[in-house]
């Protein structure tokens, strides 16, 4: 499975738009962009997944350029209950991931 | 629906024991793995059930390290003569594969069970 890098930390302050940037240069033609966040004691839960262009749900937005090789989550107005790590996957469609999910990118917003 | 469950939430085991863990996924899902985290770390595959079937293993998983899906509903990760660094949050998660009929579902985690091996 293709490899991924994100930053290992970020703060926000309440209320702003936060993007996470995620590289996954050797990403496969059927690979999916999948992303999962995870609070201290709790399991991983999914956010988003995308294959193209851009994804939005109730929670987040996806972009995906055209080469693929790198994504963004963007999480609006930012609360103090996002204050989670947030791991960027490639694979399978659906999420199956036989790998470890890396050390994430862990968000601390500040008030 | 109740998500995924694990049984227990925390473990501690003197050193040499065998454990069990217990993980109910959610009962559509035909997928089922295992997955261990440690401290700062992201989750690492253990192992993954297609139904009944152990499909695949990590070599992660050492001898003392068995699971099972009997009937493919539950599953068991067993862990014997335990070492001090199997001490880790064990991840359970479900998956659907709906095998070109139904979309595939992202991973649905449980909440892990927590093993300190002292």
């Known amino acids: 499975l293709a490899k991924t890098t994100q930053p290992i930390s970020m703060d926000s302050y309440e209320g702003q738009e936060v993007n996470i940037t995620c590289s996954h240069n050797?990403?496969?033609?059927?690979?999916?962009i999948t992303w999962y966040q995870q609070f201290p004691s709790q399991g991983p839960r999914f956010i988003i997944q995308g294959y193209k262009t851009k994804v939005t749900n109730e929670v987040a937005s996806l972009f995906i350029p055209a080469d693929r090789k790198s994504s963004t989550l963007s999480l609006p107005r930012v609360s103090l209950s996002d204050t989670a790590v947030y791991y960027c996957?490639?694979?399978?469609?659906?999420?199956?991931?036989?790998?470890?999910f890396g050390t994430g990118t862990k968000l601390q917003v500040i008030p | 629906d109740t998500g995924v469950s694990q049984d227990p939430r925390h473990k501690i085991t003197k050193r040499g024991q065998n454990v069990t863990f217990r993980c109910d996924p959610i009962?559509?899902?035909?997928?089922l793995y295992w997955y261990r985290q440690t401290l700062g770390q992201g989750p690492e595959f253990l192992t993954y059930?297609?139904?009944?079937?152990?499909?695949?293993k990590s070599r992660l998983l050492s001898d003392r390290f068995s699971a099972e899906r009997p009937k493919g509903s539950f599953s068991t990760l067993e862990i014997q003569r335990t070492e001090q660094g199997d001490s880790a949050m064990y991840l359970c998660a479900s998956s659907l594969d709906g095998r070109g009929r139904l979309p595939n579902s992202p991973l649905h985690f449980g909440n892990g069970t927590r093993l300190t091996v002292t």
């Open positions: 050797n990403i496969a033609t059927n690979d999916y």
């Open positions: 996957l490639v694979g399978e469609r659906g999420g199956y991931q036989k790998v470890t």
């Open positions: 009962s559509e899902h035909n997928r």
């Open positions: 059930f297609q139904n009944e079937a152990q499909l695949e």
